[in-house]
Every structure is written in structure tokens, then in C-alpha cells.
């Protein structure tokens, strides 16, 4: 028979897994990455994980889609550098190796076409690569 974890475990375990995302929300496939547990135990003891979430003092997300706003957020750009391996993506210049490369985490479609501040829409550009690029996608 499975142990039973109460539920002041199941919430600490909730914020703590929502701190180290550094987000206000968690998904529970994050939480299944991050969590000390299944997403079950939290389930059951709440009802769904959208209250088990509210129980915790947390925010429910949507779609996964965190706050996805227009600006991108200093955690946001961190996963995003790290995601792309501190590195340019389009010429592979990279700080480590010379200290004058400059790195910026630009709209893959811009802002002023509707691009979003979220993951998937960001990439690591050197500041060369940047400022060479239009919102015409050149290249
Ligand atoms: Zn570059």
C-alpha cells in the first residue's frame, strides 16, 4: 500500500518545486520533472491540480504558458541563453571564449508583429547578429 503523504508535505513540496522555476505557477509535467512525488498524491488530496495549485498559494497556469506577456524577464532570459548554450545561435560567438562578444536574447518574430515573450519565440543573438538582422528576417 502506497504511503500516505499529508498535505502540508504535498504543498511545501509544490512552492518548492515553484521556486526553482522561479514561477508563480507550476505545470504539472514540471512538477512530475521537479517534484519529490507523482502528481497523484497532490490530486487525490486536493481535488485536481489546479486546487492542489490554490492550496499552495500558487497561480493557475494556462496552457503552460506562464505569464507569457511582452517583456521578456530575467528568468526568462536565462533560460533562454542556457537553453541556446550561451551562444549565438546564427555564428556560435560566445563570451566564454571571447570577451567582447555581447550576447542579447531577441524576438524570433518581432514584438511588433505579435511576437511573444515566451521561450519558443526567443533566441541567443550576438549583438553583431542583432543589430544585423531587420524585422524582415534577413539572412
Ligand atoms: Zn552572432
Redesign the pocket.
Known amino acids: 500500500m502506497p504511503k500516505r503523504i499529508n498535505n502540508d508535505t504535498l504543498i511545501a513540496d509544490l512552492r518548492a518545486v515553484a521556486d526553482k522555476t522561479g514561477k508563480t505557477t507550476i505545470t504539472a509535467d514540471e512538477y512530475r520533472e521537479l517534484g519529490a512525488f507523482s502528481t497523484k498524491p497532490a490530486m487525490r488530496a486536493f481535488g485536481s491540480w489546479n486546487q492542489a495549485l490554490v492550496r499552495a498559494g500558487l497561480s493557475i497556469g494556462r496552457k503552460g504558458n506562464i505569464r507569457a506577456g511582452k517583456r521578456v524577464n530575467l528568468h526568462l532570459r536565462h533560460a533562454v541563453l542556457k537553453r541556446d548554450c550561451f551562444r ?1 545561435v ?4 560566445s563570451p566564454a571564449r571571447d570577451v567582447q562578444v555581447v550576447l542579447h536574447v531577441d524576438h524570433i518574430v518581432p514584438v511588433a508583429k505579435g511576437g511573444r515573450a515566451v521561450i519558443e519565440n526567443l533566441q541567443t ?2 549583438s ?2 542583432n543589430f544585423g538582422k531587420s524585422d524582415e528576417l534577413a539572412c
Do not use: V
Open positions: 549565438c546564427q555564428c556560435g560567438a543573438l550576438c553583431l547578429c
